[in-house]
């Protein structure tokens, strides 16, 4: 165990200790978090492979009590280094893929580039890649008794988690947030895209029983059919929905309540930062107006828990930092609210 006796959590976070200046090492933390630096589909603005390193950083200015859960800090919160290999791996695809996108707005025809085809293959074999990796990571972790977080990175990277979680577990479902549906299949061409992250959840972890999506406010017809044709499976409360709800009186309790009612026993949290209100994350790939309020959702999280069910693990996605850092800051203390949920029931 760590030695906290000289550890004083009321001073400025330590440059030379771990996320959120905790004085922790990877043994001595009940939750690890590890970062997944990718961003090789995204369809809009970068960035947000770099989001887990700026988020650390940002990590020293968050102070370490939390109302809701005291004391969290010291079950011990670890993140590890970013691969720095992922990460290039991921700057040399993305440019890849960024001539195909471009090439594909512009009207052109795949078939008959056999470069672009080429590079189309390139990025799905290199996804493929990166969701092994996240499985081998996290399926260890899990191994090892450890709680495990992790932080992309675009919302393509939990996919192996999810598989990792569904061996540990068994039956679970996810808390989506998000402003996006992200159940397209094979988006832009792209297998596993962040558009498509649960599509192919639903469809390659048969124990994710239960997808409840919140806040979603930017989707296509596809997808609404596929929530509409999975016998209820997917739950999308729209965030139009919301809004109205609450212009006509219901409490965002009573709403929780109705949100909550729809989970199994067991839980992931995946939290796209673009669920929330783009005032807060400004920079994140593809922001859309509406969405949440940050404690608009911790209040969800806590109603989640104080029902009796479980959070088993979590993913932070789409978090780019910008020049000013503000949603960087934002993303540590929502990331920070997360680990503490994760080991409030421990």
Same mark, same amino acid.
């Given at each position: ?194 558009? &498509?992250?649960? /599509?192919?959840?639903?469809?390659? *972890?048969?124990? =994710?029983? !239960? +997808? $409840? ?37 219901? &409490?965002?309790? /009573?709403?929780?309540?109705?949100? *909550?009612?729809? =989970?199994? !026993? +067991? $839980? ?79």
């Amino acid at each position: 165990m760590a030695d906290l006796s000289k550890f004083d959590p009321n001073s400025p976070g330590l440059l030379s200790n771990n996320i959120f200046g905790l004085p922790f090492g990877e043994e001595d933390a009940r939750l690890v978090l590890l970062p997944v630096p990718w961003e090789v589909t995204v369809s809009y603005s970068n960035g947000t492979a770099r989001g887990p390193e700026h988020i650390f950083t940002a990590s020293k200015q968050v102070d370490l009590y939390d109302a809701d859960v005291k004391d969290g800090w010291k079950h011990g919160f670890y993140m590890r280094e970013s691969d720095r290999q992922l990460l290039l791996r991921s700057d040399y695809l993305r440019k890849e893929a960024e001539l195909y996108l471009r090439f594909l707005t512009e009207g052109g025809d795949v078939q008959e580039n056999e470069f672009l085809r080429r590079s189309v293959e390139d990025v799905n074999k290199g996804t493929q890649k990166m969701n092994d990796w996240v499985y081998q990571q996290t399926n260890a972790l899990l191994k090892k008794g450890k709680l495990v977080g992790l932080v992309g990175g675009d919302h393509s990277t939990p996919l192996g988690f999810y598989k990792a979680l569904a061996e540990q577990y068994g039956d679970f479902g996810i808390l989506q947030i998000d402003a996006h549906c992200d159940l397209r299949e094979g988006y832009e061409g792209f297998r596993y895209s962040h558009a &498509s992250i649960m /599509h192919n959840a639903l469809g390659e *972890v048969p124990q =994710l029983k !239960q +997808l $409840v999506q919140v806040g979603v406010r930017d989707y296509c017809e596809e997808e609404l059919d596929y929530i509409r044709e999975s016998d209820g499976r997917v739950v999308t409360f729209f965030d139009q929905d919301l809004k109205e709800r609450s212009f006509e009186g219901e &409490s965002w309790k /009573h709403v929780c309540d109705d949100i *909550v009612n729809r =989970l199994p !026993q +067991l $839980v992931h949290i995946s939290f796209d930062i673009d669920g929330l209100d783009p005032k807060l994350c400004p920079h994140t790939g593809t922001p859309v107006p509406g969405g949440l309020e940050a404690q608009q959702v911790f209040y969800l999280f806590k109603k989640v828990l104080e029902s009796g069910r479980r959070l088993i693990g979590f993913d932070l996605v789409e978090v780019s930092p910008g020049q000013d850092e503000w949603d960087a800051n934002v993303g540590a203390r929502v990331l920070f609210k997360l680990c503490n949920l994760m080991v409030k029931n421990v």
